[in-house]
């Protein structure tokens, strides 16, 4: 495994410790997408998901992915059209809503009593997604996943809740699921890989004009691929 502080300098992508005590509500998140602060939305599928498509497919079909904090993505019809299973959690209806009606897909919904929780489920029943906290979400109610598509979802928690949704991410993952993480700071030296191999894939500059409005010099994405021992 590759250590990206062994590439890198610390500099690189900015201090975490300005941000450890960030703490962002569900009201919060959900007034996000009410105000549409959603500069986090991408109207593209995400080009390192394009190019390592095939570390995370890993020669395997039909598989069961998980999008965890989800939104509107654009990747999960994406993966779904390819034969995939698509399973989305996410706090917002309003987001999961507007997935169906921008990519033209009719769904139905229906109760989870056991959390409680609304599944939105397309017709062609390969898109299902889940409105509720990420950590009721359990493989009883999902069963387990063949890879996960984690694209700022580490990023988007709480940092004092990290650990837990790692472990969260953990209780979820099939033998040999394969999970892409694209994240804007993270030392897997803090992690030694004790459950996952980690390995770093890609560094790539991620900052945009929006970016530099807020006052950013730089900004960059970090890729791993960590795949269950």
Known sequence: MENPSDTFGKDDCGDAKSQEDRVL????????????????????????????????????????????????????????????????????????????????????????????????????????????????????ITGKFDGIWDRGSLVAVNPCDRERYAHSMLSLMNSGCHCLLVTCLYDPSKHKGKFCEITFLEKVDALLERHKKWGLDYLCEMLYLIVLK
């Open 25 to 140: 509500s569900e009201v919060e998140w959900l007034e996000k997408w009410q105000t549409r602060n959603i500069g986090f939305h991408n109207e593209q599928v995400h080009p390192l998901l394009r190019k390592y498509l095939d570390n995370f497919l890993n020669g395997r079909s039909r598989l069961k992915i998980l999008f965890p904090l989800c939104g509107k993505a654009i990747e999960m019809k994406w993966l779904a059209d390819m034969g995939h299973q698509v399973v989305g959690v996410e706090i917002s209806e309003s987001a999961l809503k507007e997935f169906f009606a921008e990519q033209k897909l009719s769904f139905s919904e229906e109760t989870v009593p056991e959390i409680p929780a609304k599944l939105l489920k397309s017709t062609t029943g390969n898109i299902s997604l889940y409105c509720c906290n990420i950590y009721d979400l359990t493989s009883t």
